[in-house]
Nanobody, 120 residues
Framework: QVQLVESGGGLVQAGGSLRLSCAAS????????MGWFRQAPGKEREFVGA????????LYTNSVKGRFTIFRDNAKNTVYLQMNSLKPEDTAVYYC?????????????WGQGTQVTVSS
């Protein structure tokens, strides 16, 4: 059974940084994708970015390009979301998810989420 555990959320001032972690367990993920999503209060869930476990190639939604970086440590089965230059509009619960393809992340295995709050 796949288990994903996010950590690293918290309260930060605008312009600050946070690094989120997503530790995965339960099987091997060599050929899977790992994605980050977020959901702010009263808003729909939003795709933030994703990475292939095998290649480490990431992709991002436009609103976070140049500010957020996704990378992974295969030995630790952990994917990270480095968030810099944070803005109040980045405030949300952040989730990680894994699936065999990026297109199927929404229906894959999900973590419990971690709260990120950016104060102005």
């Amino acid at each position: 059974q796949v288990q994903l555990v996010e950590s690293g959320g918290g309260l930060v001032q605008a312009g600050g940084s946070l690094r989120l972690s997503c530790a995965a367990s339960g099987r091997t993920f060599n050929n899977d994708a790992m994605g980050w999503f977020r959901q702010a209060p009263g808003k729909e869930r939003e795709f933030v970015g994703a990475i292939w476990w095998s290649t480490g190639i990431p992709l991002y939604t436009n609103s976070v390009k140049g500010r957020f970086t996704i990378f992974r440590d295969n030995a630790k089965n952990t994917v990270y979301l480095q968030m810099n230059s944070l803005k109040p509009e980045d405030t949300a619960v952040y989730y990680c998810a894994t699936a065999p393809s990026m297109a199927s992340l929404s229906s894959g295995s999900w973590g419990q989420g971690t709260q990120v709050t950016v104060s102005s």
